[in-house]
């Protein structure tokens, strides 16, 4: 995938992120856990907090879905450069981008071998064709 298809996809996650709707006490959590990896005003965010968010991720056994939540939040206040350099980061150093592991069911947080991303590559990209159709066999 080239930089800047990925670059576009960043910027499509922060533009869909922006839109989520999250109740005051989802708020407190995330925010929460975000200023617990060591980034006090997400507005202000600089390259060297978004490397301790990452490394923060990293370290953690967050589910995709907490991630997925947290990087949502964060994209709805931290500068959007700042956003694609997270969602374009492999924390896990798997080779695999963050939203792509998002995207794919991958655990963003964990090394997963070429055999495992081949497999939710290909699980994600099955053709299910649909019940009434008229394909004959």
Do not use: W
């Amino acid at each position: 995938m080239t930089n800047l298809n990925q670059q576009q996809q960043a910027e499509l996650i922060i533009q869909q992120a922006s839109k989520e709707n999250f109740t005051d006490s989802e708020t407190a959590i995330y925010d929460d856990f975000i200023l617990e990896a060591g980034v006090k005003n997400p507005a202000k965010m600089t390259e060297a907090t978004a490397d301790a968010l990452i490394r923060y991720l990293n370290g953690c056994e967050a589910s995709n879905e907490f991630v997925a939540n947290v990087v949502n939040r964060l994209a709805q206040v931290a500068p959007a450069h700042i956003m694609t350099k997270i969602l374009l980061s492999d924390n896990d150093g798997d080779g695999v981008p963050l939203y792509q592991e998002l995207k794919l069911g991958t655990k963003a947080t964990v090394f997963n071998t070429p055999s495992e991303i081949v497999a939710a590559q290909q699980k994600q990209y099955q053709f299910f064709p649909i019940q009434n159709s008229d394909m004959e066999l």
